[in-house]
């Protein structure tokens, strides 16, 4: 399996403050990387897709770069919304894996 | 839009068998193109991919719980389901049914479903 580990795993930030997130794969995923941000009780919503990719009615302070096993999602000015958990999945290989989370906190 | 729910029991006695069922509005999961699929999150914990069922009835497990997973499609219902044999303890989580999307061989989550709590209890 293709583990996804993230760092750090708990982030304190204010609003306004630039935020990046990292994770590496365990092998190389070529850009078949996915962001996704989940609040307590609700669902994962995608934000980014082929690491890069902004999904559509994801706002533009989000944005996803890297490419082979070094992956970072950036957050350019944080907004009251975004204090969430903020996962990578990788879905270049089975079994699909996910990274162990990034809690962004005040 | 596309819209994805998950049901069933709520409790599960270990040995039990889990069957939960995520039915697709807004769209067919006929359609081609797209895989359907279902994750797990156990309380506190990070998310865990369970498996996946093409369009046309493919389909792929986590071999960490291969021997105890079927995935399976009703195109005449519009929903897909997963079963979950011998379930423990350690089956407790919300789980998820999504919709992956893509091209070729390389597809991702777009559509998740709200999840529904599973607790497998004595």
């Known amino acids: 399996d293709i583990q996804m580990t993230q760092s750090p795993s708990t982030l304190s930030a204010s609003v306004g403050d630039r935020v990046t997130i990292t994770c590496r794969a365990s092998?190389?995923?070529?850009?078949?990387l996915a962001w996704y941000q989940q609040k307590p009780g609700n669902a994962p919503n995608l934000l980014i897709y082929?690491?890069?990719s902004l999904e559509s009615g994801v706002p533009s302070r989000f944005s996803g770069s890297g490419s082979g096993t070094e992956f970072t999602l950036t957050i350019s000015s944080l907004q009251p919304d975004d204090f969430a958990t903020y996962y990578c999945q990788q879905y270049n290989t089975y079994p699909l894996t996910f990274g162990g989370g990034t809690k962004v906190e005040i | 839009q596309l819209q994805l729910q998950e049901s069933g029991p709520g409790l599960l006695k270990p040995s039990e068998t889990l069957s939960l069922t995520c039915t697709v509005s807004g769209g067919s999961v006929s359609s081609g193109g797209f895989y359907w699929d279902w994750i797990r999150q156990p309380p506190v914990k990070g998310l865990e991919w369970i498996g996946s069922?093409?369009?046309?009835?493919?389909?792929y497990y986590n071999p960490s719980l291969k021997s105890r997973v079927t995935i399976s499609v009703d195109t005449s219902t519009n929903h897909f389901s997963l079963k979950l044999n011998s379930v423990t303890a350690a089956d407790t989580a919300v789980y998820y049914c999504?919709?992956?999307?893509?091209?070729?061989?390389?597809?991702?989550?777009?559509?998740w479903g709200k999840g529904t709590t599973v607790t497998v209890s004595s």
């Open positions: 069922i093409s369009y046309s009835g493919s389909t």
């Open positions: 082929k690491a890069s």
């Open positions: 092998q190389r995923i070529s850009v078949w």
């Open positions: 999504a919709r992956r999307r893509g091209r070729d061989y390389y597809y991702y989550m777009d559509v």
